[in-house]
């Protein structure tokens, strides 16, 4: 819109409304680096899904009109809102950050009516752009700006010269990088400059818009054709200052429970008890470490949620008993849509109170999914949210561990649900065009909230479709994935990307959910999947049955390493989502995270950092035996050999089928655990600490991996400093009981038999 010129301005406190011919901003400053920008454009002001209580913090704010020019300071940021509403951002030494560009958008080229049919005769796919949005922001581009977050979108690490859509959709066709649509939409990106960086959360849950230099070298943009202009500016001097502000909005992810960061063996295609038996039997049997097994929609009767198909599963109660003797846990699927049947409780009680979503003449919309016509719960309500987190009462007296939440964009199978739909936020009316993008969000928090009461355990909660702050609720995966070596590559600027995006707890199905995996491509998923932050196998019922012992034996070999590599990181992975619930930074960081100011590392796809100390290299180019590893200025250690590296240079990596090439931080403290096949007790028996040269100080966490004890005080912090060839352990706080028994120092230039 054409705001036109300046007409006031008016401070009160942090908050100035900047009056114009045509409208109003706001501008405020929630803390000295975090600006909101404003401007009621739909007539409503909605609740932010995101973020939660008051974030606005006592901020000096100073504020001066000149002509044309209103400039608001803060002690980090300097914003200048001009005529027409532009809007530029300026770093504390008045260095330009962010800039509106002043010319106009490129009007995209039109083809005739004769040619638009003679192209899509062939089956060529026309969609037509908008260079006219109600609501853009559109930005100066510079040379040497690249671009991250996002979520889960497709493509490489640095999103420069791509476009998106925010827009949760369910899409089973193998996902390439000109994918403008996913599962999840978090409309948060990361502006990296030559010097200086920068974010931008885009808070409407309408269908949102982003290019990032794709329709020009000049320019940015994010749009919409609905909702506000609502964004937040986050400065900071590095990218980890604004992922720390920005999931200081959005919340950081809850410490999981510790079990859940062990190994998931899934499958669509699990139909009975025998069938769980014999995964939990055969994890035994080969010898590999195994935490969970995953039931996916077989286990229902005829697919209604809340239910246990008694014929495939007479027993569900005793069948999660005899899995919890062997160690492991049962995590359950829960799709949204609620089978339309008279009979049944769930649609019958929802129907009862009014739970499911509406058309706009008042009668219940319904569509199919998997168990066949169906109707929506309206997850924006808070009654709903309760009465479907009371709903998973019977798993969880069942033994049931954790839920998996699918389908949930809302996933339908006769079109997309009408964007006229009737749902609510809260008590507010609203419509599926503005609810579409909180669906999975909602759904998410209801379970969590459900489990969190029936439980009193940190709850494990599985969400295929999110928006900015699931992170608070749930953990997350890349959705139906492909067995291709593309989607392997892709996984690791995804998951990255995530992490970024204030999602750190996610993974993606290791080995390709549909398609058939090949030996060559398992073990090198397996190498990767075992680092990342979640770590599940799981494929279609419709591909080849892909658990490790359906490959011959070597594979088998090379996945128990990496697995037995996993659990004796565990203690090291629960250090760092200990930290990320502290300050928001993931467990799995793209190079660029850690080491910014190196060029080197801004379009880095195929190597990330797990955590500051532990470098990873995995293979992911099919009949590839070596690997080129950039390793950042410093001293490197080989994790597998010891062998010393110079950083600040690229080396050649021997990395045959079973190796993954894996660097320590010279000065690292690595907490590792004796060797498990699950987690139990026996964690807090013996803690291994591998130390390498170079002076270096650790904390390490400790707690009973279950429940919400450790935030009234009940866990244990340990110092170690390793200084001059000396290693201290000392007990910087002390509230778990279960203190280690031992605790073993080791050198990890020396280590033996790492295979």
């Known amino acids: 819109?054409?705001?036109?010129?300046?007409?006031?301005?008016?401070?009160?406190?942090?908050?100035?409304?900047?009056?114009?011919?045509?409208?109003?901003?706001?501008?405020?400053?929630?803390?000295?680096?975090?600006?909101?920008?404003?401007?009621?454009?739909?007539?409503?002001?909605?609740?932010?899904?995101?973020?939660?209580?008051?974030?606005?913090?006592?901020?000096?704010?100073?504020?001066?009109?000149?002509?044309?020019?209103?400039?608001?300071?803060?002690?980090?940021?300097?914003?200048?809102?001009?005529?027409?509403?532009?809007?530029?951002?300026?770093?504390?030494?008045?260095?330009?950050?962010?800039?509106?560009?002043?010319?106009?958008?490129?009007?995209?080229?039109?083809?005739?009516?004769?040619?638009?049919?003679?192209?899509?005769?062939?089956?060529?796919?026309?969609?037509?752009?908008?260079?006219?949005?109600?609501?853009?922001?559109?930005?100066?581009?510079?040379?040497?700006?690249?671009?991250?977050?996002?979520?889960?979108?497709?493509?490489?690490?640095?999103?420069?010269?791509?476009?998106?859509?925010?827009?949760?959709?369910?899409?089973?066709?193998?996902?390439?990088?000109?994918?403008?649509?996913?599962?999840?939409?978090?409309?948060?990106?990361?502006?990296?400059?030559?010097?200086?960086?920068?974010?931008?959360?885009?808070?409407?849950?309408?269908?949102?818009?982003?290019?990032?230099?794709?329709?020009?070298?000049?320019?940015?943009?994010?749009?919409?054709?609905?909702?506000?202009?609502?964004?937040?500016?986050?400065?900071?001097?590095?990218?980890?200052?604004?992922?720390?502000?920005?999931?200081?909005?959005?919340?950081?992810?809850?410490?999981?429970?510790?079990?859940?960061?062990?190994?998931?063996?899934?499958?669509?295609?699990?139909?009975?008890?025998?069938?769980?038996?014999?995964?939990?039997?055969?994890?035994?049997?080969?010898?590999?470490?195994?935490?969970?097994?995953?039931?996916?929609?077989?286990?229902?009767?005829?697919?209604?949620?809340?239910?246990?198909?008694?014929?495939?599963?007479?027993?569900?109660?005793?069948?999660?008993?005899?899995?919890?003797?062997k160690g492991m846990h049962l995590v359950t699927i829960i799709d949204p849509g609620v089978k339309k049947d008279a009979e049944y409780s769930v649609y019958k009680e929802g129907m009862e109170k009014g739970y499911f979503a509406v058309t706009p003449e008042g009668g219940v919309y319904e569509n199919a999914v998997w168990p066949g016509t169906a109707v929506y719960p309206d997850f924006g309500r808070r009654e709903v949210r309760k009465w479907w987190g009371e709903n998973h009462r019977m798993l969880m007296e069942k033994g049931i561990d954790g839920i998996w939440n699918d389908m949930n964009e809302p996933a339908s199978f006769e079109g997309e649900l009408p964007e006229d739909v009737v749902f609510y936020a809260e008590e507010r009316k609203s419509c599926h065009s503005e609810m579409h993008n909180v669906y999975g969000h909602n759904m998410a928090r209801a379970?969590?909230?459900?489990?969190?009461?029936?439980?009193?355990?940190?709850?494990?909660?599985?969400?295929?479709?999110?928006?900015?702050?699931?992170?608070?609720?749930?953990?997350?995966?890349?959705?139906?994935?492909?067995?291709?070596?593309?989607?392997?590559?892709?996984?690791?600027?995804?998951?990255?990307?995530?992490?970024?995006?204030?999602?750190?707890?996610?993974?993606?199905?290791?080995?390709?959910?549909?398609?058939?995996?090949?030996?060559?491509?398992?073990?090198?998923?397996?190498?990767?999947?075992?680092?990342?932050?979640?770590?599940?196998?799981?494929?279609?019922?419709?591909?080849?049955?892909?658990?490790?012992?359906?490959?011959?034996?070597?594979?088998?070999?090379?996945?128990?390493?990496?697995?037995?590599?996993?659990?004796?990181?565990?203690?090291y992975l629960y250090d760092l989502f200990r930290q990320e619930e502290e300050n928001g930074l993931p467990l799995m960081r793209p190079m660029v995270l850690q080491y910014e100011k190196d060029p080197e590392t801004r379009n880095m796809n195929g190597q990330f950092m797990l955590g500051e100390s532990l470098l990873a290299a995995p293979v992911v180019e099919q009949g590839a035996a070596r690997k080129m590893v950039y390793l950042p200025e410093g001293i490197w250690y080989d994790y597998w050999t010891g062998e010393k590296l110079e950083g600040g240079r690229y080396v050649i990596r021997k990395a045959a089928l079973d190796e993954c090439p894996l660097f320590v931080k010279a000065g690292s403290i690595l907490p590792h655990y004796p060797e498990m096949d699950h987690v139990s007790k026996e964690k807090d028996k013996e803690l291994i600490l591998r130390v390498y040269p170079g002076e270096g100080e650790y904390f390490h966490y400790q707690d009973n991996g279950e429940d919400f004890a450790y935030r009234d005080g009940e866990y244990n912090l340990y110092h170690i400093v390793s200084r001059e060839g000396q290693v201290s352990v000392d007990l910087a706080h002390q509230g778990y009981e279960a203190a280690y028994e031992k605790v073993l120092v080791q050198d990890g230039t020396k280590v033996p038999d790492r295979e």
């Not at 600006?35 to 000096?60: M, Q, Y």
């Not at 491509?521 to 599940?536: A, N, Q, T, V, Y």
């Open 1 to 325: 819109m054409s705001y036109g010129k300046i007409a006031d301005a008016r401070q009160s406190g942090s908050e100035i409304l900047v009056t114009f011919e045509n409208g109003e901003l706001e501008v405020t400053a929630y803390t000295d680096s975090i600006i909101r920008v404003f401007s009621d454009l739909s007539g409503v002001r909605p609740v932010s899904h995101a973020i939660e209580g008051n974030k606005r913090t006592d901020t000096d704010v100073t504020m001066s009109l000149t002509e044309g020019c209103v400039t608001v300071s803060t002690k980090e940021l300097t914003v200048k809102i001009l005529d027409e509403g532009k809007i530029d951002f300026y770093d504390k030494n008045g260095k330009a950050l962010c800039q509106d560009y002043r010319g106009e958008r490129k009007t995209a080229k039109e083809l005739s009516l004769e040619m638009k049919q003679f192209v899509e005769q062939e089956g060529h796919m026309l969609t037509e752009k908008s260079t006219d949005h109600k609501i853009q922001v559109v930005k100066k581009l510079d040379p040497e700006d690249c671009f991250y977050g996002m979520g889960d979108k497709t493509g490489f690490m640095n999103k420069r010269g791509y476009e998106y859509v925010s827009w949760n959709t369910d899409d089973p066709f193998p996902h390439v990088d000109s994918y403008k649509s996913l599962y999840k939409s978090i409309p948060f990106f990361i502006t990296l400059k030559k010097e200086g960086v920068f974010g931008i959360f885009y808070d409407n849950t309408f269908r949102t818009y982003f290019d990032f230099g794709k329709e020009s070298d000049d320019y940015y943009f994010f749009a919409a054709d609905e909702g506000n202009l609502n964004y937040y500016f986050i400065g900071g001097n590095s990218i980890q200052d604004v992922v720390k502000g920005y999931t200081y909005l959005t919340g950081t992810a809850p410490l999981p429970q510790l079990w859940t960061l062990g190994y998931h063996q899934s499958r669509w295609g699990y139909r009975c008890e025998a069938d769980i038996r014999e995964i939990a039997e055969n994890m035994k049997k080969y010898d590999l470490p195994c935490d969970a097994v995953h039931m996916d929609i077989d286990y229902m009767r005829g697919y209604r949620v809340f239910t246990v198909d008694e014929e495939k599963f007479p027993d569900i109660g005793a069948l999660t008993d005899e899995i919890h003797r």
């Open 447 to 571: 379970a969590y909230e459900g489990l969190k009461e029936l439980t009193g355990k940190r709850p494990f909660v599985i969400t295929r479709a999110c928006y900015s702050g699931s992170q608070k609720y749930a953990m997350a995966w890349t959705g139906d994935n492909q067995s291709l070596w593309a989607h392997l590559q892709m996984a690791i600027p995804q998951l990255c990307n995530l992490g970024l995006s204030g999602m750190p707890y996610v993974g993606t199905d290791i080995g390709g959910f549909g398609a058939d995996a090949t030996k060559e491509l398992m073990c090198r998923w397996i190498e990767l999947g075992c680092l990342s932050p979640f770590c599940r196998n799981h494929n279609a019922i419709s591909s080849r049955e892909q658990e490790p012992w359906t490959f011959d034996e070597e594979t088998i070999e090379i996945y128990r390493k990496y697995l037995k590599l996993r659990y004796a990181l565990l203690p």
